[in-house]
């Protein structure tokens, strides 16, 4: 059992496990703590954690990055890394009347009961399979290593892929890399339940794909859970994602359970605040703009856990109780299921109020952009040869073409913002790296304040601007900072590299004072100490303020921020995407910024008055007002999008996605007329013969859409029959047509 002893926190942790107990558990977790010596002290991840796991629930389990979310689901399979040690109790009951201490286990028990009775999903299949062999063979190893009958097992695989919409023969035929990312995760789910496990415990199992791949792995996982009578436990950082889905949601905190209920309590009478917070600072698509507010502070060092309730440095209603003693829960209005662990619960929704008064509600927010273009884009083609997959045949065919982008014309002005959302391959990367000159575009033209960027490149005609002015002029902050930072270089060298090669005349004291102002000016003080880190030694939200730092100190026009905020922690996109915001108006700079995901769109282009731009397959099929697009979309591809974007519901329709095939066609081969034809739920004929434009027939000069149904009646497509290619219900059709350019979106 755990010592309390380590931080002088108090002994009543949590104490009255009563108030998290149910009917009919078939996991119970009891003061279960995780911990790691290191140099600086002893490294407490999860810190004497009491919950129940209910037979045949979906509980979601949220948090912020480094709460203690993985390690929960670790500690449930004694499955805690060396040289980590994990104390507590651990009781699986497979009926309500057996039980196994799991942490009594020899190691071939629990092996044994890693596969058979409770099995787990990570985040990125593509890690979890060797990518060396076939997807059958990955079952038939599992099969074969549990002494499972191999008939009856692979006839149980072939069930569930079927049930998760993937073609058996195909898939099992394939190896990890033919399948796409979401055919790998979903055969990954397959291969984690052909031993027929009673519980599915899930890491973040679809972080890693789009949202509309996310939202319709969801829906088949509520249909799975009926079917196979499964308890799953799905832990993600991501709210409104398992809202809808689960039954009851815990959230953590500092390495324990802060708030435990049903679903529908939690999100509609949330009670501790770190829950409210938290709420307020996820971005969605119907909480007015204003209303959403990043967590002020961070979350704490797991080596130095605040004494009293781990939440009090960040809490408006803190006071000395709360920095004194560790608050046990307390039943919510009396509730036998809705637990907060806060002194001060019942005052929260007053002090912490969800909505405003009403009167802000939408609010119009005017953008400061000009009229003048700082970037243009006119009828831009960027197409790549595709590289041959490596088989010996390959270097005898001919490359195939990807139509990256097609036929794209748009300005983006001084002050602007512009997002850009779609899908994996939809082409916004490379439309943003044309856009600051970093792709050479095979067709159309693209100027910097009227000059030719390719004829300045080239030196051709009279060149007004020189090429290296405009590269200085349009800047990059990409979606992994860490990566984009040299891991060998302190803050200060990074920072100060970029003004030693453009300002010359700059001497280092200069240098110095303009990179500790800027350190200072996003917040990173006191700056002598962040000068002298390394990234590794900086969170995600502080290695990403670095990047645009060195993006800014060039004092861009056009700043392209690439899924910029996409691997930040829900809770610190609203805070990052607001510093953007008000640099923009300090550095006046203008910002593209790519994202896949319609709630950070929205909120970022929203704030600045912005646009938001949809691309499918290499085309912009809908632009206009940010709040616009979200609000009144037109293009069934943009209301797609939208309803692949979880909100803050838990009735929430996860059941019929507006779309007649989850996976994006092959860019090498695009459909003919409307790209969007082949899983549009409104194509007709005409749709396969003629292609829609964004500027014809368009009723509203800002809002443009490429649809035949905002074109009038004169047109055929309302005469032509509806497509009925007979696959109608296969929302899965994978076939060959599942490729994605994974490395450019
Ligand atoms: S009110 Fe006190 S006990 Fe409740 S969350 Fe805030 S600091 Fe913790
Ligand atoms: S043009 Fe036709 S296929 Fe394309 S989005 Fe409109 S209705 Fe759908």
């Given at each position: 059992m755990s010592d309390n002893s380590f931080t002088g926190r108090s002994e009543a942790t949590k104490a009255d496990v009563s108030a998290i107990q149910v009917d009919d558990p078939i996991l119970e977790m009891r003061d279960a703590s995780v911990t790691f010596d290191m140099d600086r002290g002893e490294s407490r991840v999860l810190d004497q954690v009491n919950l129940d796991v209910q037979r045949n629930e979906i509980l979601g389990v949220v948090g912020e990055s480094g709460s203690g979310k993985s390690m929960f689901a670790s500690a449930l399979l004694d499955a805690v890394v060396d040289p980590g040690t994990l104390s507590g109790d651990i009781t699986y009951h497979p009926d309500p009347d057996r039980s196994v201490d799991v942490l009594d286990l020899s190691p071939e028990q629990l092996r044994e009961l890693r596969w058979e009775e409770i099995s787990m999903v990570f985040q990125g299949a593509q890690s979890s399979f060797n990518p060396t062999t076939t997807i059958r063979d990955h079952f038939e190893e599992t099969i074969e290593a549990h002494n499972y009958d191999m008939a009856q097992g692979m006839a149980h695989a072939r069930e569930l892929l079927e049930d998760l919409y993937l073609e058996p023969d195909r898939v099992l035929d394939a190896y990890p890399h033919e399948l796409s990312g979401g055919m790998q995760q979903r055969a990954l789910i397959a291969l984690s339940l052909v031993l027929e496990p009673n519980v599915l415990v899930m890491d973040e199992p679809t972080a890693a794909l789009d949202l509309l791949m996310q939202r319709s792995i969801l829906s088949l996982l509520n249909d799975l859970q009926e079917k196979y009578d499964l308890t799953v436990v799905f832990i993600t950082h991501d709210l409104p994602l398992v809202a809808g889905l689960a039954d009851r949601l815990a959230v953590m905190y500092a390495f324990e359970f802060a708030e435990v209920g049903p679903a529908d309590e939690i999100i509609r009478n949330p009670t501790h605040p770190y829950t409210r917070s938290l709420l307020k600072a996820v971005p969605n698509l119907d909480t007015p703009l204003q209303e959403m507010q990043p967590i002020e502070g961070m979350a704490p060092d797991p080596v130095d856990v605040p004494e009293g309730c781990s939440y009090h440095p960040r809490c408006p209603l803190a006071d000395d109780v709360c920095r004194a003693s560790n608050p046990a829960y307390h039943a919510v209005d009396d509730s036998d299921d809705h637990v907060a662990a806060c002194f001060h619960w019942e005052q929260a929704s007053d002090v912490l109020s969800l909505t405003t008064d009403g009167e802000t509600e939408h609010a119009e927010i005017v953008g400061k952009q000009s009229a003048d273009p700082v970037v243009s884009l006119t009828d831009v083609d960027v197409h790549f040869e595709q590289e041959a997959d490596g088989g010996l045949l390959s270097i005898f065919d001919d490359p195939d073409l990807v139509h990256a982008v097609d036929d794209v014309s748009l300005d983006v002005y001084e002050n602007d913002v512009v997002a850009l959302v779609g899908e994996s391959g939809c082409g916004k990367t490379t439309l943003g790296k044309t856009s600051i000159a970093a792709q050479r575009p095979t067709g159309g033209s693209v100027t910097y304040r009227e000059q030719d960027v390719w004829d300045a490149k080239d030196g051709v005609g009279d060149v007004e601007t020189p090429f290296e002015a405009i590269r200085r002029s349009l800047q990059m902050v990409h979606q992994d900072p860490g990566g984009s930072l040299n891991p060998n270089r302190k803050v200060q060298a990074s920072l100060e590299a970029p003004l030693k090669h453009w300002n010359t005349g700059m001497d280092a004291e200069d240098r110095k004072e303009r990179v500790f102002s800027m350190l200072e000016y996003v917040g990173m003080s006191p700056p002598e100490d962040y000068a002298g880190r390394y990234p590794h030694q900086l969170s995600g939200g502080e290695q990403q303020r670095v990047a645009l730092i060195r993006a800014l100190l060039m004092n861009p026009d056009l700043i392209l921020a690439d899924e910029a905020v996409s691997a930040l922690d829900v809770s610190l996109r609203v805070e990052v995407m607001d510093l953007m915001l008000e640099l923009q108006d300090v550095f006046d700079t203008s910002y593209l910024f790519i994202s896949h995901n319609l709630s950070n769109a929205r909120y970022f282009a929203g704030n600045a008055g912005g646009r938001i731009g949809v691309m499918y397959l290499g085309e912009i099929v809908e632009i206009g007002p940010a709040e616009e697009i979200i609000a009144n979309p037109k293009h069934p591809y943009t209301k797609v999008l939208k309803w692949s974007t979880a909100d803050l519901e838990v009735d929430q329709d996860v059941e019929e996605p507006p779309i007649s095939s989850i996976d994006i066609p092959d860019p090498v081969d695009p459909p003919s007329g409307c790209r969007f034809h082949t899983r549009c739920p409104e194509a007709r004929e005409a749709c396969a013969r003629q292609q829609p434009s964004l500027d014809e027939h368009a009723s509203d000069d800002e809002h443009r859409v490429a649809c035949?149904?905002?074109?009038?009646?004169?047109?055929e497509y309302w005469e032509s029959e509806p497509i009925d290619d007979g696959e109608s219900t296969d929302l899965f059709a994978d076939g060959s047509d599942a490729a994605e350019i994974e490395s450019d979106d």
């Amino acid at each position: 059992m755990s010592d309390n002893s380590f931080t002088g926190r108090s002994e009543a942790t949590k104490a009255d496990v009563s108030a998290i107990q149910v009917d009919d558990p078939i996991l119970e977790m009891r003061d279960a703590s995780v911990t790691f010596d290191m140099d600086r002290g002893e490294s407490r991840v999860l810190d004497q954690v009491n919950l129940d796991v209910q037979r045949n629930e979906i509980l979601g389990v949220v948090g912020e990055s480094g709460s203690g979310k993985s390690m929960f689901a670790s500690a449930l399979l004694d499955a805690v890394v060396d040289p980590g040690t994990l104390s507590g109790d651990i009781t699986y009951h497979p009926d309500p009347d057996r039980s196994v201490d799991v942490l009594d286990l020899s190691p071939e028990q629990l092996r044994e009961l890693r596969w058979e009775e409770i099995s787990m999903v990570f985040q990125g299949a593509q890690s979890s399979f060797n990518p060396t062999t076939t997807i059958r063979d990955h079952f038939e190893e599992t099969i074969e290593a549990h002494n499972y009958d191999m008939a009856q097992g692979m006839a149980h695989a072939r069930e569930l892929l079927e049930d998760l919409y993937l073609e058996p023969d195909r898939v099992l035929d394939a190896y990890p890399h033919e399948l796409s990312g979401g055919m790998q995760q979903r055969a990954l789910i397959a291969l984690s339940l052909v031993l027929e496990p009673n519980v599915l415990v899930m890491d973040e199992p679809t972080a890693a794909l789009d949202l509309l791949m996310q939202r319709s792995i969801l829906s088949l996982l509520n249909d799975l859970q009926e079917k196979y009578d499964l308890t799953v436990v799905f832990i993600t950082h991501d709210l409104p994602l398992v809202a809808g889905l689960a039954d009851r949601l815990a959230v953590m905190y500092a390495f324990e359970f802060a708030e435990v209920g049903p679903a529908d309590e939690i999100i509609r009478n949330p009670t501790h605040p770190y829950t409210r917070s938290l709420l307020k600072a996820v971005p969605n698509l119907d909480t007015p703009l204003q209303e959403m507010q990043p967590i002020e502070g961070m979350a704490p060092d797991p080596v130095d856990v605040p004494e009293g309730c781990s939440y009090h440095p960040r809490c408006p209603l803190a006071d000395d109780v709360c920095r004194a003693s560790n608050p046990a829960y307390h039943a919510v209005d009396d509730s036998d299921d809705h637990v907060a662990a806060c002194f001060h619960w019942e005052q929260a929704s007053d002090v912490l109020s969800l909505t405003t008064d009403g009167e802000t509600e939408h609010a119009e927010i005017v953008g400061k952009q000009s009229a003048d273009p700082v970037v243009s884009l006119t009828d831009v083609d960027v197409h790549f040869e595709q590289e041959a997959d490596g088989g010996l045949l390959s270097i005898f065919d001919d490359p195939d073409l990807v139509h990256a982008v097609d036929d794209v014309s748009l300005d983006v002005y001084e002050n602007d913002v512009v997002a850009l959302v779609g899908e994996s391959g939809c082409g916004k990367t490379t439309l943003g790296k044309t856009s600051i000159a970093a792709q050479r575009p095979t067709g159309g033209s693209v100027t910097y304040r009227e000059q030719d960027v390719w004829d300045a490149k080239d030196g051709v005609g009279d060149v007004e601007t020189p090429f290296e002015a405009i590269r200085r002029s349009l800047q990059m902050v990409h979606q992994d900072p860490g990566g984009s930072l040299n891991p060998n270089r302190k803050v200060q060298a990074s920072l100060e590299a970029p003004l030693k090669h453009w300002n010359t005349g700059m001497d280092a004291e200069d240098r110095k004072e303009r990179v500790f102002s800027m350190l200072e000016y996003v917040g990173m003080s006191p700056p002598e100490d962040y000068a002298g880190r390394y990234p590794h030694q900086l969170s995600g939200g502080e290695q990403q303020r670095v990047a645009l730092i060195r993006a800014l100190l060039m004092n861009p026009d056009l700043i392209l921020a690439d899924e910029a905020v996409s691997a930040l922690d829900v809770s610190l996109r609203v805070e990052v995407m607001d510093l953007m915001l008000e640099l923009q108006d300090v550095f006046d700079t203008s910002y593209l910024f790519i994202s896949h995901n319609l709630s950070n769109a929205r909120y970022f282009a929203g704030n600045a008055g912005g646009r938001i731009g949809v691309m499918y397959l290499g085309e912009i099929v809908e632009i206009g007002p940010a709040e616009e697009i979200i609000a009144n979309p037109k293009h069934p591809y943009t209301k797609v999008l939208k309803w692949s974007t979880a909100d803050l519901e838990v009735d929430q329709d996860v059941e019929e996605p507006p779309i007649s095939s989850i996976d994006i066609p092959d860019p090498v081969d695009p459909p003919s007329g409307c790209r969007f034809h082949t899983r549009c739920p409104e194509a007709r004929e005409a749709c396969a013969r003629q292609q829609p434009s964004l500027d014809e027939h368009a009723s509203d000069d800002e809002h443009r859409v490429a649809c035949f149904r905002e074109y009038d009646q004169s047109h055929e497509y309302w005469e032509s029959e509806p497509i009925d290619d007979g696959e109608s219900t296969d929302l899965f059709a994978d076939g060959s047509d599942a490729a994605e350019i994974e490395s450019d979106d």
